[in-house]
T-cell receptor, first 115, second 115 residues
Framework: DGGITQSPKYLFRKEGQNVTLSCEQN?????MYWYRQDPGQGLRLIYY???????QKGDIAEGYSVSREKKESFPLTVTSAQKNPTAFYLC??????????????FGPGTRLLVL | GNSVTQMEGPVTLSEEAFLTINCTYT??????LFWYVQYPGEGLQLLLK?????DKGSNKGFEATYRKETTSFHLEKGSVQVSDSAVYFC??????????????FGPGTSLSVIP
């Protein structure tokens, strides 16, 4: 079955530590995205990537970094510069439509907690 | 800029009650409109969508009609079930273009259905 997998489901970060969240998709989608979700707020876009080896900052990129070395993978690193990392992180992917906008498919999410 | 406004929750209903969750939007051009659902501890799932004015999206007994004159996309269901308890997000995306036009999410409305 095609889909998006995120790991781990729960992740704990110590003070000053960088952590990396995994996102893999086998949907053959060109575009991938990372969102942050906080209680009572909508999703906020961190980074997105339209093609391999290219990515763009979203609305809240500070304190985060990404890479896109393979079409299937878009890992997110939460760096020590991110002072409030506790949140639910969602990865998504979508096909890059030519004539019709296509919607995003979401992974199950990773909950990041600070120790 | 583009934005989405949803009615504040949480919303608590008895089983078999009628559901309405209001959503209004601000956008330039002709956006596509979506409702996503997030069950506890999971990622978002697309519930329904409408890509042009007067379109009605429907799925699993839920419906929403794209009203350009009132810039609204209210979600309705005639008889809710306990299994409908979730957070519902209204969202929009821009008309197809050659460059990326991100999805804008509302803050979400939490629904609890009690037996």
């Amino acid at each position: 079955d095609g889909g998006i997998t995120q790991s781990p489901k729960y992740l704990f970060r110590k003070e000053g530590q960088n952590v990396t969240l995994s996102c893999e998709q086998n949907l053959n989608h060109d575009a991938m995205y990372w969102y942050r979700q906080d209680p009572g707020q909508g999703l906020r876009l961190i980074y997105y990537s339209q093609i391999v080896n290219d990515f763009q900052k979203g609305d809240i990129a500070e304190g985060y970094s990404v890479s896109r070395e393979k079409k299937e993978s878009f890992p997110l690193t939460v760096t020590s510069a991110q002072k409030n990392p506790t949140a639910f992180y969602l990865c998504a992917s979508s096909p890059w439509g030519q004539a019709v906008w296509e919607t995003q498919y979401f992974g199950p999410g990773t909950r990041l907690l600070v120790l | 800029g583009n934005s989405v406004t949803q009615m504040e929750g949480p919303v608590t209903l008895s089983e078999e009650a009628f559901l309405t969750i209001n959503c209004t939007y601000t956008a330039t051009g002709y956006p596509s409109l979506f409702w996503y659902v997030q069950y506890p501890g999971e990622g978002l799932q697309l519930l329904l969508k409408a890509t042009k004015a007067d379109d009605k999206g429907s799925n699993k007994g839920f419906e929403a009609t794209y009203r350009k004159e009132t810039t609204s996309f209210h979600l309705e269901k005639g008889s809710v079930q306990v299994s409908d308890s979730a957070v519902y997000f209204c969202a929009l995306s821009g008309a197809p273009k050659t460059s990326y036009d991100k999805v804008i999410f509302g803050p979400g409305t939490s629904l609890s259905v009690i037996p």
